[in-house]
């Protein structure tokens, strides 16, 4: 007797077709071929013995010990909610005091995606739109798309998300009759997934003015994406997007440990509006309880000690090097193709490369089969990084990674892609 089909939910439709995965799938079968898609960080700066002394400082005494492996709460613990509002601090380049806000109205999460993904839970109906960076960060729209969200993509430039195209968007949308659809502008701050480019300062004073201003039949958030912020190799830190909005009522500030700690150790954090706290306690008092109270500890501990700022500053050295080693190898191997260009990002993990309008860069094209299959490197299509047809998406992009491969690696797996372009031009 043949066993019926599962009846899945819709959805369960609308989080098929995960990129992702697929790209992880990918990386784990083909060993040997040159990683410069995957997102990870350098396996050699990840911080083990600084984990390993704080998890032994944290079980030397038993009570202590017995704290951190019960049960935390929903907002998660509220001596790593109090080091976080001096850590924000000292990213603000400010006292805590000027930071108008309480550990209350920050909330840890397990990663900064369980928080994107509670933020879209708590605030989208379907139908309703997100505006976006063109291009963004790709799993984010995988969970906007999860929920039913209209995405809708905004020109951007070197300088990131262009204003003008912002409010020429928001005209429009209000002209249809839709402005009460708008919920949310959704912006990676610093070094932008995939593109690394990060946000001018004039600009992030005007996106909240923007978000002000149009917030005529409900308040439309934004949600600042900061989860770059600290890796910079080069240039000043400006003040956040967040920094800017001083009713503290318009800008979700979420930022993570997974780039400048650990990524398995899954501590994020968002810092919300006042009057949205009690939603995302009770959408994730539904999902999880609490996020890991043991991680949130070592988190806690390596703040305290100082030695997470040093384990920072080690991080943008080598990743320094690593940008280098990719942007010299870009200008060695790419500089004779024509129609070929790059950014060149002051902090982050990827370099975004532009190539002719005629090669497709997709998972099924002949650059992508060439370069995974033949001269055995991989790179993440840059079209994922749009919202499904957008007049603004582009085939002929991609992303490319200096984060888990070493210098002379990256350097082979630079050699390799020209070597599949070429192949592929001829
Ligand atoms: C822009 C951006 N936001 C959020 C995340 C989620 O990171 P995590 O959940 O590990 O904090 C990532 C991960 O790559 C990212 O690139």
């Given at each position: 007797m043949s066993v019926p089909d599962i009846s899945f939910s819709q959805r369960r439709q609308q989080a098929a077709e995960q990129s992702i995965a697929y790209l992880m799938q990918q990386g784990i079968e083909n060993r040997d071929v040159i990683s410069l898609a995957a997102g990870f960080v350098d396996e050699a700066t990840l911080p083990v013995s600084l984990v390993r002394e704080s998890i032994a400082d944290i079980l030397t005494d038993d009570a202590a010990g017995r704290g951190v492996l019960q049960y935390g709460t929903t907002a998660g613990s509220g001596p790593l909610r109090e080091n976080l509002l001096d850590h924000v601090a000292r990213l603000e380049n400010c006292t805590t005091a000027e930071?108008?806000?309480?550990?209350?109205e920050i909330v840890v999460t397990s990663g900064s995606q369980q928080l994107l993904q509670h933020l879209s839970d708590v605030l989208f109906d379907p139908g309703d739109i997100c505006l976006v960076a063109a291009p963004t960060y790709f799993v984010f729209l995988g969970t906007l798309n999860g929920v039913g969200v209209q995405t809708i993509a905004i020109d951007t430039d070197e300088h990131g998300m262009c204003m003008n195209a912002l409010e020429e968007e928001l005209a429009r949308i209000e002209q249809a009759g839709e402005l009460n659809r708008v919920k949310m502008i959704y912006l990676?701050?610093?070094?932008?997934?995939?593109?690394g480019v990060t946000l001018a300062d004039n600009r992030r004073k005007q996106v909240v003015d923007i978000a002000k201003r149009w917030s005529k039949e409900h308040r439309i958030l934004i949600l600042e994406d900061a989860a770059y912020r600290e890796l910079r190799y080069e240039g000043e830190d400006g003040p956040s997007i967040w920094s800017y909005d001083d009713s503290r009522q318009h800008v979700i500030l979420a930022q993570t440990f997974s780039k400048s700690f650990s990524p398995g150790i899954r501590v994020a954090y968002g810092v919300l509006p006042r009057d949205l706290v009690s939603a995302i306690h009770d959408v994730k008092g539904n999902f999880d309880f609490g996020s890991p109270n043991l991680n949130q500890r070592i988190v806690s501990h390596v703040l305290q000690s100082g030695k997470y700022q040093q384990h920072v500053a080690g991080l943008q050295s080598s990743y320094r090097v690593k940008r280098d080693a990719m942007l010299a190898a870009a200008d060695e191997f790419f500089s004779d193709l024509p129609g070929v260009s790059w950014l060149r990002p002051n902090g982050g993990l990827y370099v975004w490369m532009t190539l002719p309008d005629e090669i497709q860069t997709g998972f099924n094209s002949p650059l992508f089969q060439q370069a995974s299959t033949t001269d055995g490197v991989m790179y993440v299509p840059?079209?994922?990084?749009?919202?499904?047809?957008?007049?603004?998406?582009?085939?002929?992009q991609m992303r490319l990674s200096f984060g888990v491969e070493s210098p002379e690696v990256i350097h082979d797996g630079m050699r390799r892609l020209s070597q599949a372009i070429r192949h592929v031009m001829d």
């Amino acid at each position: 007797m043949s066993v019926p089909d599962i009846s899945f939910s819709q959805r369960r439709q609308q989080a098929a077709e995960q990129s992702i995965a697929y790209l992880m799938q990918q990386g784990i079968e083909n060993r040997d071929v040159i990683s410069l898609a995957a997102g990870f960080v350098d396996e050699a700066t990840l911080p083990v013995s600084l984990v390993r002394e704080s998890i032994a400082d944290i079980l030397t005494d038993d009570a202590a010990g017995r704290g951190v492996l019960q049960y935390g709460t929903t907002a998660g613990s509220g001596p790593l909610r109090e080091n976080l509002l001096d850590h924000v601090a000292r990213l603000e380049n400010c006292t805590t005091a000027e930071l108008n806000v309480t550990a209350n109205e920050i909330v840890v999460t397990s990663g900064s995606q369980q928080l994107l993904q509670h933020l879209s839970d708590v605030l989208f109906d379907p139908g309703d739109i997100c505006l976006v960076a063109a291009p963004t960060y790709f799993v984010f729209l995988g969970t906007l798309n999860g929920v039913g969200v209209q995405t809708i993509a905004i020109d951007t430039d070197e300088h990131g998300m262009c204003m003008n195209a912002l409010e020429e968007e928001l005209a429009r949308i209000e002209q249809a009759g839709e402005l009460n659809r708008v919920k949310m502008i959704y912006l990676v701050s610093s070094f932008e997934n995939p593109s690394g480019v990060t946000l001018a300062d004039n600009r992030r004073k005007q996106v909240v003015d923007i978000a002000k201003r149009w917030s005529k039949e409900h308040r439309i958030l934004i949600l600042e994406d900061a989860a770059y912020r600290e890796l910079r190799y080069e240039g000043e830190d400006g003040p956040s997007i967040w920094s800017y909005d001083d009713s503290r009522q318009h800008v979700i500030l979420a930022q993570t440990f997974s780039k400048s700690f650990s990524p398995g150790i899954r501590v994020a954090y968002g810092v919300l509006p006042r009057d949205l706290v009690s939603a995302i306690h009770d959408v994730k008092g539904n999902f999880d309880f609490g996020s890991p109270n043991l991680n949130q500890r070592i988190v806690s501990h390596v703040l305290q000690s100082g030695k997470y700022q040093q384990h920072v500053a080690g991080l943008q050295s080598s990743y320094r090097v690593k940008r280098d080693a990719m942007l010299a190898a870009a200008d060695e191997f790419f500089s004779d193709l024509p129609g070929v260009s790059w950014l060149r990002p002051n902090g982050g993990l990827y370099v975004w490369m532009t190539l002719p309008d005629e090669i497709q860069t997709g998972f099924n094209s002949p650059l992508f089969q060439q370069a995974s299959t033949t001269d055995g490197v991989m790179y993440v299509p840059g079209e994922i990084a749009y919202p499904k047809g957008s007049p603004l998406q582009k085939q002929s992009q991609m992303r490319l990674s200096f984060g888990v491969e070493s210098p002379e690696v990256i350097h082979d797996g630079m050699r390799r892609l020209s070597q599949a372009i070429r192949h592929v031009m001829d």
